[in-house]
């Protein structure tokens, strides 16, 4: 795929949907942080019936503190992986007050030391809390990567490099949210809705279906 098919299809996407955002209900970094922690292996449908319910009882490092493991539990038991992600969680804040002063790190090395937070997670922040150019590739932006050929490759550290060298810079930051959403409704796993795409004339997806796949 060359440059000019990209900045099209980006183009499209972003006339379509001008401030694209995370479905994570979310007010603050620390809200998005705990949110992203517990979307693991889940929907964020799930997540946000939960968080729903968490953050108007507790929703600063200290206050899930004052909560306690047990208690957490109880607003997370929905969401799969529920212990792991609380005791991390307990961990996380644990770390935000004592070091960090309860506030959220705006780089990729005080986020990835948080029990829990990896390179996704933590690209998830750095883009959507705090507007820096990162790519969060999860299994619907290594799909669409590769099905399309905006950017293929073999596994997900090799789409999120190659996806930040060819996406021109303009559309860098909204990126990550375009193409999650496409994935999520529009190029989903089993079966594209290709006959319903904004930029089918575009993709270099060989198996296009030729009607809409409701």
């Known amino acids: 795929m060359n440059q000019q098919i990209r900045h099209e299809i980006f183009t499209r996407w972003r006339d379509n949907n001008p401030n694209p955002t995370t479905e ?3 007010s603050t970094p620390f809200e998005l942080l705990i949110a992203v922690l517990l979307s693991a292996q889940s929907t964020d449908v799930g997540v946000n019936k939960a968080t729903r319910k968490l953050y108007p009882i507790a929703n600063t490092p200290q206050a899930i503190l004052d909560l306690g493991l047990e208690t957490l539990k109880t607003y997370v038991k929905t969401i799969g992986l529920y212990n792991t992600k609380a005791a991390n969680i307990i961990k996380t804040c644990r770390i935000l007050v004592e070091q960090h002063q309860s ?3 705006d780089n990729r090395e005080a986020l990835e030391a948080l029990p829990g937070v990896g390179r996704k997670t933590a690209n ?3 883009n959507t809390a705090f507007g820096q150019p990162t790519m969060a590739v999860d299994t619907h932006i290594f799909r669409v990567g590769n099905r399309t050929k905006i950017a293929p490759g073999k596994n997900v550290i090799d789409v ?3 996806l930040l060298k060819v996406i021109p810079k303009e559309f860098l ?3 990550h949210h375009w193409m ?3 994935g999520r ?5 089993r079966k594209p809705k290709c006959g319903s795409c904004l930029i089918e004339d575009l993709c270099e997806y060989k198996d296009k279906t030729e009607i809409d796949s409701y």
């Open 160 to 162: 999120e490099k190659k």
């Open 24 to 26: 994570l209900e979310y």
């Open 180 to 182: 999650i959403l496409h």
């Open 185 to 189: 409704y529009v190029c989903v796993a």
């Open 173 to 175: 930051v909204d990126s």
């Open 103 to 105: 506030i959220i790190p």
């Open 124 to 126: 998830v922040v750095l």
